[in-house]
């Protein structure tokens, strides 16, 4: 009896702990379509001097990312989000980080030096956060193709999940 009570707890522990660590997600958390708020757009000038604009990436997903230099999350998260750039951009993916350093381009741009990002980066303001009420980092958006919010997370994200969300995005036209 000692040894099938042994036997079910660890049965029990495999399942409920060690399987999760395997990979498994947690569920979406992406809302409704209707349930979704029109991001506020933004118009503002990237590393290499271009104009980017959330309106222009309409018709795409768009993986919009408030981070900083000095955030260990946002260091953390960037890998995984150049990883999904490159990896769906074909399929509609836009990303797009908003770096909040109060030195703005002067600390960024060293930054990018030593840790380049594909992706286009912007130097956030109060005028791009206050409508999207950042007040933490990271913060990360995701941002279906008709504009609208359709996930926001503070802090680090779960890489499978938000992966499992943004090809669920893609996936809806």
């Given at each position: 009896m000692r040894a099938a009570l042994a036997l079910l707890i660890a049965a029990w522990f495999v399942v409920a702990c060690v399987l999760p660590a395997r990979g498994q997600t947690a569920p979406s958390a992406i809302a409704a379509g209707s349930q979704r708020r029109v991001a506020p757009d933004f118009s503002?000038?990237?590393a290499a001097g271009g104009?980017?604009?959330?309106?222009?990436?309409?018709?795409?997903?768009?993986?919009?990312?408030?981070w900083a230099t000095w955030c260990t999350g946002c260091k953390v998260e960037i890998p995984w989000y150049i990883e999904f750039d490159r990896k769906y951009a074909a399929q509609g993916l836009t990303s797009i980080g908003a770096a909040m350093d109060d030195e703005g381009w002067a600390k960024v741009k060293p930054y990018l030096a030593e840790h380049p990002i594909p992706y286009s980066i912007v130097v956030g303001n109060p005028d791009l956060v206050q409508?999207?009420?950042?007040?933490?980092?990271?913060?990360t958006l995701l941002i279906d193709r008709h504009g609208r919010i359709a996930d926001a997370h503070t802090g680090v994200v779960d890489k499978g999940t938000w992966e499992q969300e943004i090809?669920?995005?893609l996936r809806e036209r």
């Open positions: 503002l000038t990237d104009r980017v604009t959330l309106s222009g990436c309409k018709g795409r997903v768009v993986l919009l990312d408030f409508p999207y009420d950042i007040k933490n980092l990271p913060v090809r669920q995005l």
